[in-house]
Protein backbone atom coordinates (compact mmCIF):
# COMPACT_ATOMS: atom_id res chain seq x y z
CA UNK A 1 0.00 0.00 0.00
CA UNK A 2 2.66 2.63 -0.92
CA UNK A 3 -0.41 5.19 -0.97
CA UNK A 4 0.01 5.39 2.68
CA UNK A 5 3.07 6.96 3.14
CA UNK A 6 3.78 10.11 2.41
CA UNK A 7 6.73 12.16 2.88
CA UNK A 8 5.23 13.36 6.19
CA UNK A 9 5.38 9.69 7.02
CA UNK A 10 8.85 8.95 5.77
CA UNK A 11 10.27 11.92 7.60
CA UNK A 12 8.67 10.83 10.87
CA UNK A 13 9.99 7.17 10.72
CA UNK A 14 13.81 8.97 9.66
CA UNK A 15 13.76 10.85 12.23
CA UNK A 16 12.87 8.53 15.03
CA UNK A 17 15.21 6.01 13.79
CA UNK A 18 18.29 8.81 14.06
CA UNK A 19 17.22 9.54 17.55
CA UNK A 20 16.68 6.09 18.59
CA UNK A 21 19.91 5.17 17.21
CA UNK A 22 21.82 7.63 18.56
CA UNK A 23 20.65 6.78 22.17
CA UNK A 24 19.51 2.67 21.88
CA UNK A 25 21.47 1.19 24.68
CA UNK A 26 21.50 -3.04 24.18
CA UNK A 27 23.60 -3.28 27.54
CA UNK A 28 21.26 -0.78 29.26
CA UNK A 29 18.50 -3.22 28.14
CA UNK A 30 20.32 -6.16 29.67
CA UNK A 31 20.21 -4.25 32.78
CA UNK A 32 16.22 -3.54 33.05
CA UNK A 33 15.48 -7.56 32.85
CA UNK A 34 17.47 -8.09 36.31
CA UNK A 35 15.20 -5.56 38.13
CA UNK A 36 11.87 -5.36 39.04
CA UNK A 37 9.70 -2.38 38.21
CA UNK A 38 12.44 -0.08 36.29
CA UNK A 39 11.90 0.81 33.11
CA UNK A 40 14.29 2.70 30.40
CA UNK A 41 13.78 6.44 31.93
CA UNK A 42 16.13 7.00 29.20
CA UNK A 43 14.24 5.77 26.06
CA UNK A 44 10.78 7.08 28.18
CA UNK A 45 12.04 10.47 28.15
CA UNK A 46 12.95 10.65 24.10
CA UNK A 47 9.17 9.31 23.85
CA UNK A 48 8.43 12.56 25.44
CA UNK A 49 10.63 15.18 24.13
CA UNK A 50 10.15 13.90 20.64
CA UNK A 51 6.25 14.47 21.29
CA UNK A 52 5.48 10.95 20.58
CA UNK A 53 3.46 10.77 23.61
CA UNK A 54 0.88 13.13 21.75
CA UNK A 55 0.70 12.00 18.82
CA UNK A 56 -2.86 10.58 18.56
CA UNK A 57 -4.07 13.65 21.17
CA UNK A 58 -5.52 16.81 19.54
CA UNK A 59 -4.02 19.73 20.02
CA UNK A 60 -6.77 21.24 22.18
CA UNK A 61 -5.64 18.85 24.58
CA UNK A 62 -1.58 19.64 24.37
CA UNK A 63 -0.90 16.87 21.40
CA UNK A 64 0.30 16.86 18.10
CA UNK A 65 -2.89 15.93 16.47
CA UNK A 66 -1.62 13.78 13.98
CA UNK A 67 -3.43 10.41 14.51
CA UNK A 68 -2.92 6.71 14.99
CA UNK A 69 -1.06 6.34 11.23
CA UNK A 70 1.80 8.89 12.48
CA UNK A 71 1.56 6.47 16.06
CA UNK A 72 1.82 3.04 14.15
CA UNK A 73 4.96 4.29 12.13
CA UNK A 74 6.56 5.62 15.46
CA UNK A 75 5.89 2.04 17.16
CA UNK A 76 7.36 0.26 14.52
CA UNK A 77 10.89 2.43 14.98
CA UNK A 78 10.59 1.47 18.71
CA UNK A 79 10.23 -2.37 17.63
CA UNK A 80 13.30 -2.14 15.90
CA UNK A 81 15.41 -0.71 19.03
CA UNK A 82 13.32 -2.59 21.40
CA UNK A 83 12.17 -0.17 23.32
CA UNK A 84 12.48 -0.10 27.09
CA UNK A 85 8.79 1.03 28.48
CA UNK A 86 5.73 0.38 27.37
CA UNK A 87 3.43 3.54 27.59
CA UNK A 88 3.33 4.30 24.07
CA UNK A 89 0.69 1.99 23.09
CA UNK A 90 -0.78 1.49 26.51
CA UNK A 91 -1.20 5.25 26.95
CA UNK A 92 -2.62 4.96 23.50
CA UNK A 93 -4.93 2.82 25.19
CA UNK A 94 -6.11 5.11 27.71
CA UNK A 95 -6.33 8.43 25.53
CA UNK A 96 -8.38 6.48 23.09
CA UNK A 97 -11.23 5.35 26.01
CA UNK A 98 -11.10 9.20 27.38
CA UNK A 99 -11.19 10.18 23.84
CA UNK A 100 -14.33 8.15 22.65
CA UNK A 101 -16.46 7.53 25.87
CA UNK A 102 -14.55 10.07 28.64
CA UNK A 103 -16.62 13.40 29.95
CA UNK A 104 -15.66 16.78 28.92
CA UNK A 105 -14.40 16.73 32.61
CA UNK A 106 -12.52 13.85 31.98
CA UNK A 107 -10.53 14.67 29.25
CA UNK A 108 -9.14 18.11 30.72
CA UNK A 109 -8.06 16.52 33.82
CA UNK A 110 -5.94 14.04 32.14
CA UNK A 111 -5.57 13.82 28.32
CA UNK A 112 -2.93 17.02 28.45
CA UNK A 113 -0.79 14.79 30.92
CA UNK A 114 -1.16 11.97 29.10
CA UNK A 115 0.34 13.71 25.99
CA UNK A 116 2.91 15.36 27.69
CA UNK A 117 4.15 11.71 29.43
CA UNK A 118 3.75 13.47 32.80
CA UNK A 119 0.43 10.69 33.28
CA UNK A 120 1.10 6.96 31.98
CA UNK A 121 -1.92 4.43 31.31
CA UNK A 122 -2.08 1.19 31.30
CA UNK A 123 -5.24 -1.09 30.00
CA UNK A 124 -6.92 -4.21 31.18
CA UNK A 125 -9.19 -5.07 28.25
CA UNK A 126 -8.46 -9.02 27.98
CA UNK A 127 -11.82 -10.31 29.69
CA UNK A 128 -13.38 -8.69 26.77
CA UNK A 129 -11.30 -10.72 24.21
CA UNK A 130 -11.50 -14.21 26.41
CA UNK A 131 -14.20 -13.91 28.82
CA UNK A 132 -11.95 -13.83 31.93
CA UNK A 133 -13.25 -12.32 35.50
CA UNK A 134 -14.01 -9.12 35.84
CA UNK A 135 -13.46 -6.29 38.50
CA UNK A 136 -16.55 -5.33 40.47
CA UNK A 137 -17.80 -1.88 40.10
CA UNK A 138 -20.32 -0.74 43.32
CA UNK A 139 -21.33 2.41 43.88
CA UNK A 140 -18.14 4.76 42.38
CA UNK A 141 -15.62 2.20 43.60
CA UNK A 142 -13.62 -0.80 42.21
CA UNK A 143 -12.72 -4.09 43.76
CA UNK A 144 -11.06 -7.34 43.03
CA UNK A 145 -7.63 -8.22 41.08
CA UNK A 146 -6.66 -8.24 37.92
CA UNK A 147 -4.12 -10.63 36.03
CA UNK A 148 -0.48 -9.28 34.55
CA UNK A 149 -1.31 -5.57 33.65
CA UNK A 150 1.70 -4.49 30.98
CA UNK A 151 2.77 -1.20 32.53
CA UNK A 152 1.21 -2.04 35.80
CA UNK A 153 4.31 -1.08 37.72
CA UNK A 154 4.25 2.59 37.07
CA UNK A 155 0.80 3.66 35.29
CA UNK A 156 -0.96 6.34 36.89
CA UNK A 157 -4.44 5.73 35.21
CA UNK A 158 -6.27 2.61 34.33
CA UNK A 159 -9.21 1.59 32.30
CA UNK A 160 -10.60 -1.76 33.13
CA UNK A 161 -14.16 -3.91 32.14
CA UNK A 162 -15.93 -4.25 35.95
CA UNK A 163 -18.86 -6.23 36.81
CA UNK A 164 -21.89 -3.74 37.64
CA UNK A 165 -23.08 -5.08 40.58
CA UNK A 166 -26.41 -3.44 40.94
CA UNK A 167 -27.23 -4.12 37.10
CA UNK A 168 -24.69 -7.34 36.41
CA UNK A 169 -24.01 -5.55 33.37
CA UNK A 170 -20.44 -4.79 32.51
CA UNK A 171 -19.28 -1.19 32.17
CA UNK A 172 -16.00 0.46 31.55
CA UNK A 173 -14.61 1.96 34.36
CA UNK A 174 -11.44 4.36 34.58
CA UNK A 175 -9.34 4.49 37.79
CA UNK A 176 -6.54 6.35 39.37
CA UNK A 177 -3.90 3.73 40.32
CA UNK A 178 -2.57 6.20 42.89
CA UNK A 179 -6.05 7.03 44.41
CA UNK A 180 -5.52 3.36 46.49
CA UNK A 181 -4.84 0.88 44.37
CA UNK A 182 -1.86 -2.01 45.31
CA UNK A 183 0.61 -2.94 42.91
CA UNK A 184 2.57 -5.90 42.85
CA UNK A 185 5.48 -5.88 40.60
CA UNK A 186 6.25 -9.45 39.07
CA UNK A 187 9.31 -11.11 37.66
CA UNK A 188 9.33 -11.73 34.17
CA UNK A 189 11.67 -12.80 31.11
CA UNK A 190 11.04 -9.10 30.07
CA UNK A 191 11.06 -6.64 33.10
CA UNK A 192 11.18 -4.03 31.19
CA UNK A 193 7.20 -3.81 30.17
CA UNK A 194 6.08 -3.49 34.09
CA UNK A 195 3.77 -6.35 34.84
CA UNK A 196 2.21 -6.15 37.74
CA UNK A 197 -0.90 -7.45 39.44
CA UNK A 198 -2.94 -5.10 40.38
CA UNK A 199 -5.59 -5.22 43.56
CA UNK A 200 -8.50 -3.04 44.53
CA UNK A 201 -10.84 -2.39 47.88
CA UNK A 202 -13.12 0.02 47.27
CA UNK A 203 -10.76 2.09 45.44
CA UNK A 204 -12.49 5.17 43.76
CA UNK A 205 -13.06 4.75 40.35
CA UNK A 206 -15.06 6.78 37.40
CA UNK A 207 -16.90 4.51 34.56
CA UNK A 208 -16.67 5.51 31.13
CA UNK A 209 -18.81 3.52 29.08
CA UNK A 210 -22.14 1.27 30.03
CA UNK A 211 -24.12 0.72 27.19
CA UNK A 212 -22.22 -2.31 25.37
CA UNK A 213 -19.14 -2.08 27.47
CA UNK A 214 -17.73 -5.24 26.55
CA UNK A 215 -17.90 -4.31 23.13
CA UNK A 216 -16.04 -0.99 23.95
CA UNK A 217 -13.62 -2.59 25.71
CA UNK A 218 -12.95 -4.92 22.81
CA UNK A 219 -12.95 -2.33 20.21
CA UNK A 220 -10.07 -0.39 22.33
CA UNK A 221 -8.02 -3.46 22.12
CA UNK A 222 -8.45 -4.01 18.86
CA UNK A 223 -7.29 -0.65 18.31
CA UNK A 224 -3.85 -1.28 21.03
CA UNK A 225 -3.33 -3.98 18.83
CA UNK A 226 -2.74 -2.78 15.80
CA UNK A 227 -0.16 -0.14 17.41
CA UNK A 228 1.53 -3.28 18.68
CA UNK A 229 1.41 -4.99 16.01
CA UNK A 230 3.61 -2.03 13.90
CA UNK A 231 6.19 -2.73 17.33
CA UNK A 232 6.07 -6.53 16.44
CA UNK A 233 6.87 -5.46 12.88
CA UNK A 234 9.45 -3.46 13.67
CA UNK A 235 11.25 -6.14 16.02
CA UNK A 236 10.87 -8.69 13.33
CA UNK A 237 12.63 -6.12 10.66
CA UNK A 238 15.22 -6.00 12.93
CA UNK A 239 16.07 -9.71 13.78
CA UNK A 240 15.23 -10.47 9.82
CA UNK A 241 18.11 -8.15 9.07
CA UNK A 242 20.54 -9.08 11.58
CA UNK A 243 20.44 -12.44 10.26
CA UNK A 244 20.70 -11.55 6.93
CA UNK A 245 23.94 -9.60 7.44
CA UNK A 246 25.16 -12.02 9.83
CA UNK A 247 24.90 -14.85 6.74
CA UNK A 248 26.84 -12.85 4.26
CA UNK A 249 29.93 -12.14 6.52
CA UNK A 250 29.92 -15.30 8.39
CA UNK A 251 32.19 -17.98 6.60
CA UNK A 252 32.28 -21.67 6.45
CA UNK A 253 33.91 -24.11 4.19
CA UNK A 254 35.31 -21.17 2.44
CA UNK A 255 31.98 -19.48 1.44
CA UNK A 256 29.57 -17.32 3.42
CA UNK A 257 26.78 -19.20 4.96
CA UNK A 258 24.23 -17.52 3.27
CA UNK A 259 24.71 -19.51 0.64
CA UNK A 260 23.73 -22.44 1.59
CA UNK A 261 19.85 -23.38 1.36
CA UNK A 262 19.37 -23.86 4.76
CA UNK A 263 20.36 -20.65 5.68
CA UNK A 264 19.04 -18.67 2.90
CA UNK A 265 15.91 -20.42 2.84
CA UNK A 266 15.50 -19.25 6.44
CA UNK A 267 16.07 -15.94 5.53
CA UNK A 268 13.53 -15.87 2.28
CA UNK A 269 11.12 -17.27 5.00
CA UNK A 270 11.33 -14.38 7.57
CA UNK A 271 10.66 -12.19 4.92
CA UNK A 272 7.42 -13.79 3.50
CA UNK A 273 6.49 -14.01 6.85
CA UNK A 274 7.39 -10.02 7.82
CA UNK A 275 5.69 -8.98 4.66
CA UNK A 276 2.50 -10.93 5.28
CA UNK A 277 2.26 -9.05 8.69
CA UNK A 278 3.20 -5.17 6.96
CA UNK A 279 0.13 -6.34 4.95
CA UNK A 280 -2.17 -6.65 7.04
CA UNK A 281 -0.92 -4.22 9.65
CA UNK A 282 -1.19 -1.16 6.62
CA UNK A 283 -4.86 -2.35 6.44
CA UNK A 284 -5.40 -2.50 9.82
CA UNK A 285 -4.30 0.89 10.38
CA UNK A 286 -6.18 2.10 7.77
CA UNK A 287 -9.29 1.13 9.38
CA UNK A 288 -8.13 2.22 12.42
CA UNK A 289 -7.85 5.62 10.84
CA UNK A 290 -11.15 5.71 9.57
CA UNK A 291 -13.20 3.93 12.17
CA UNK A 292 -14.44 1.19 10.12
CA UNK A 293 -16.68 -1.04 10.97
CA UNK A 294 -14.19 -4.14 10.65
CA UNK A 295 -11.64 -2.57 12.22
CA UNK A 296 -11.99 -5.53 15.03
CA UNK A 297 -11.42 -8.51 12.71
CA UNK A 298 -8.38 -6.52 10.60
CA UNK A 299 -7.00 -5.74 14.05
CA UNK A 300 -6.88 -9.70 14.40
CA UNK A 301 -5.65 -10.37 11.37
CA UNK A 302 -2.45 -7.86 11.75
CA UNK A 303 -2.04 -8.53 15.40
CA UNK A 304 -1.86 -12.58 14.21
CA UNK A 305 0.35 -12.31 11.57
CA UNK A 306 3.00 -10.02 13.47
CA UNK A 307 2.81 -12.70 16.89
CA UNK A 308 3.87 -15.48 14.04
CA UNK A 309 6.46 -13.15 11.86
CA UNK A 310 8.31 -11.92 14.99
CA UNK A 311 8.27 -14.57 17.12
CA UNK A 312 9.65 -16.78 13.53
CA UNK A 313 11.82 -13.94 13.09
CA UNK A 314 13.59 -14.10 16.64
CA UNK A 315 13.82 -17.62 16.70
CA UNK A 316 15.25 -18.20 13.04
CA UNK A 317 18.03 -15.33 13.53
CA UNK A 318 19.18 -16.59 16.80
CA UNK A 319 19.69 -20.57 15.03
CA UNK A 320 21.08 -18.56 12.13
CA UNK A 321 23.68 -17.09 14.66
CA UNK A 322 24.45 -20.38 16.17
CA UNK A 323 26.37 -20.39 19.38
CA UNK A 324 26.80 -16.85 19.84
CA UNK A 325 22.78 -16.04 19.37
CA UNK A 326 21.77 -17.69 22.17
CA UNK A 327 24.76 -15.76 24.74
CA UNK A 328 23.59 -13.14 27.35
CA UNK A 329 26.23 -10.66 25.26
CA UNK A 330 24.17 -11.01 21.91
CA UNK A 331 21.05 -8.90 21.15
CA UNK A 332 18.77 -11.34 19.84
CA UNK A 333 17.65 -12.48 23.16
CA UNK A 334 16.27 -8.94 23.82
CA UNK A 335 14.22 -9.62 20.70
CA UNK A 336 13.37 -13.16 21.68
CA UNK A 337 12.05 -11.71 24.79
CA UNK A 338 9.64 -9.12 23.39
CA UNK A 339 8.47 -11.20 20.96
CA UNK A 340 7.02 -13.17 23.97
CA UNK A 341 6.11 -10.90 25.76
CA UNK A 342 3.87 -9.10 23.31
CA UNK A 343 2.36 -12.23 21.71
CA UNK A 344 0.94 -12.54 25.09
CA UNK A 345 0.02 -9.46 26.99
CA UNK A 346 -2.78 -8.07 25.05
CA UNK A 347 -4.49 -11.88 25.17
CA UNK A 348 -2.99 -14.73 23.66
CA UNK A 349 -3.07 -16.28 20.09
CA UNK A 350 -6.13 -18.70 20.56
CA UNK A 351 -8.68 -16.19 21.85
CA UNK A 352 -7.80 -13.81 18.56
CA UNK A 353 -7.99 -16.68 16.09
CA UNK A 354 -11.44 -17.61 17.87
CA UNK A 355 -12.45 -13.90 17.28
CA UNK A 356 -10.95 -13.09 13.96
CA UNK A 357 -13.02 -16.54 12.38
CA UNK A 358 -16.20 -15.54 14.16
CA UNK A 359 -16.10 -12.43 12.49
CA UNK A 360 -15.32 -14.06 8.88
CA UNK A 361 -17.76 -16.25 9.33
CA UNK A 362 -20.63 -13.89 10.54
CA UNK A 363 -19.65 -11.38 7.42
CA UNK A 364 -19.49 -14.32 4.93
CA UNK A 365 -22.88 -15.66 6.36
CA UNK A 366 -24.04 -11.98 5.85
Not at 13 to 33: K, M, T
Not at 77 to 106: H, K, M
Not at 292 to 310: F, K, P, S
Not at 346 to 353: H, I
Amino acid sequence: MPFLLDDDHRQIVQEAERVLSDGWSPDGLRHLLERVGVHDHGFWTTCRDMGWTGIAVSEDHGGLGLGPIELCLTAQVVGRFVGGAPFLSTGYGVTEALRRFGSADQQDRYLAGLASGEMTGAIHLTPALDGGERLVWTDGTLSGSTGLVVAGAWANLLVTLARDTATGRDVLVLVALDDGAHREPVQTFDNSRGYAVLRFDDTPAQILATDDATQAALDLLARVAVVVAFEQLGGAEACMERARDFANDRQAFGQPIGKFQAIKHRIAEMYVANELARGNALRAALALRDDADDLVLRAGAARLTAIEAYEFAATEAIQTHGAIGITWEHDLHLFFRRSRALALELGARGPWQDLVARRVIAGAAA
